[in-house]
């Protein structure tokens, strides 16, 4: 496989988000779900940003952190971790979900949730 991919993420509780990286997981809860988005920064530089998508309240939270890619590694008990850039110097990045979301996911992302939704 050659760079990464992204394409649509449709969830049956009627969210659809564009430019998602295929990598993304659920919170062993399944109330939350970490998905990596691509974004253009400034119109030319390509990068990601982390989305945590709350399932139950119908929000997205978006990372301040930027980076060319995320690599999410594992979401139990509340605690995402992701790396960070795993193609070059290896960065690993905890949250504990929900108490970071406030701080570290400041950005709320205005997202429509289609009510013909199961």
Known sequence: ????????LCLSAGLRLERCNPSFLWSTDSCYLAVPQFFRRFGLFRLQRLLVIDVVKKRVFTSS??????????????????????FGRVNEITWQIPLDLEAHFPHRFFATWSEDSA
Not at 1 to 8: R, S
């Open 1 to 8: 496989m050659g760079n990464p991919t992204y394409g649509t």
């Open 65 to 86: 952190e930027r980076a060319s890619y995320f690599q999410p590694e594992s979401f139990t008990n509340g605690r995402l971790v992701v790396t960070k850039n795993p």
